[in-house]
């Protein structure tokens, strides 16, 4: 079965500071990734995906993800932080089937 | 271009009462997904429909969870009789094809709390 491990429950980082956040999955077949961020009081919406082709995928708000296939890893990354990217970050996988999230990482950004 | 819609937004009701959550898809989106959130976890797909069918609801708890989306558009989620456990943010998500590939929009949730 399909399982998505996001190593960080929460992370506190300073305006301008570098972002990545860790996702792991397990599973065999062809898998399509996805990162989701939930603001404050608003709906998880779509940052990322990577289904084929060139595994480093740039999303909105300056955010970008690398596939790496050998280490079954979708980690994202964000070179500077700004104060209004504290939200909920969650990984998801689907192969086939449903969608598999993880249990998502809270980043807080100071000012 | 209208997102999905949930109602209510919050429901508070005692254990083993009955409640039922709808949702109105994006307009022209085929696939339609109920996921379940408890606390510090995420989301978890409780059943997807294809227009009206069934796609898959291999984690729904059959004895106390349906669903319905009779004709292919909005849904509606029912729950009875609750449990404590079942205190969690249902939402509701749409795409347009239901392929792997496809995002999928979701709506801002009904925030369950089973007393």
């Known amino acids: 079965a399909q399982s998505v491990s996001q190593h960080n429950h929460h992370v506190i980082l300073s305006e301008a500071a570098s972002l990545e956040l860790g996702c792991n999955y397990s599973?065999?077949?062809?898998?399509?990734l996805f990162w989701y961020v939930q603001y404050p009081g608003q709906h998880l919406q779509l940052l990322l995906k990577?289904?084929?082709?060139?595994?480093l995928v740039k999303g909105i708000k300056g955010f970008e993800a690398e596939f790496i296939k050998s280490k079954f890893s979708f980690n994202l990354r964000k070179p500077s932080v700004q104060w209004s990217d504290t939200a909920e970050y969650f990984c998801a996988v689907r192969g086939n089937n449903d969608m598999r999230f993880g249990a998502g990482t809270r980043l807080t950004v100071k000012p | 271009e209208a997102g999905v819609a949930q109602s209510p937004r919050y429901k508070i009701i005692e254990k083993r009462q009955s409640v039922a959550f709808w949702c109105n898809p994006i307009s022209g989106h085929a696939t339609l997904y109920w996921y379940q959130q408890i606390l510090g976890q995420g989301p978890k797909l409780l059943i997807q429909?294809?227009?009206?069918?069934?796609?898959?609801d291999s984690q729904l708890p059959k004895d106390r969870f349906s669903a319905e989306r009779l004709k292919g558009v909005d849904s509606t989620l029912k729950i009875q009789p609750a449990k404590l456990e079942d205190s969690a943010v249902y939402l509701c998500?749409?795409?347009?094809?239901?392929?792997?590939?496809?995002?999928?929009?979701f709506g801002p949730g009904t925030r369950l709390t089973v007393l």
């Open positions: 599973y065999g077949g062809t898998v399509n």
């Open positions: 998500a749409s795409s347009l094809t239901g392929s792997p590939t496809d995002t999928q929009y």
């Open positions: 990577y289904f084929s082709g060139d595994p």
């Open positions: 429909f294809q227009n009206n069918g069934v796609v898959d």
